[in-house]
Nanobody, 116 residues
Framework: EVQLVESGGGLVQPGGSLRLSCAAS????????MSWVRQAPGKGLEWVSA????????GYADSVKGRFTISRDNAKNTLYLQMNSLKPEDTAVYYC???WGTGDPRGQGTQVTVSS
């Protein structure tokens, strides 16, 4: 059974940082492209970032480019998202998904709230 368990969210002030993690199991993580997506209150899913299986290629939404960094540790079956210079508009539930795109969120997500 595919499991994706997100963690690391929380309440942070504007300009702050958070590091999200996604622990993957039930599939061969090391051969899958992975993405982070988010859903803000009352809005649809938004693709945030993606990384290819070996980490050689990454992509970012314009809204987070230069502030967020995606990475992965295939030995630990874990995907990461380092978020710096956070803004109130980054407030959302963040999910990791398989593939490059919004995908099909399976986990419970992790809440990120950026507020003073």
């Amino acid at each position: 059974e595919v499991q994706l368990v997100e963690s690391g969210g929380g309440l942070v002030q504007p300009g702050g940082s958070l590091r999200l993690s996604c622990a993957a199991s039930g599939f061969t993580f090391s051969i899958r492209t992975m993405s982070w997506v988010r859903q803000a209150p009352g809005k649809g899913l938004e693709w945030v970032s993606a990384i290819t299986s070996g980490g050689g290629s990454t992509g970012y939404a314009d809204s987070v480019k230069g502030r967020f960094t995606i990475s992965r540790d295939n030995a630990k079956n874990t995907l990461y998202l380092q978020m710096n210079s956070l803004k109130p508009e980054d407030t959302a539930v963040y999910y990791c998904v398989m593939g490059w795109g919004t995908g099909d969120p399976r986990g419970q997500g992790t809440q990120v709230t950026v507020s003073s």
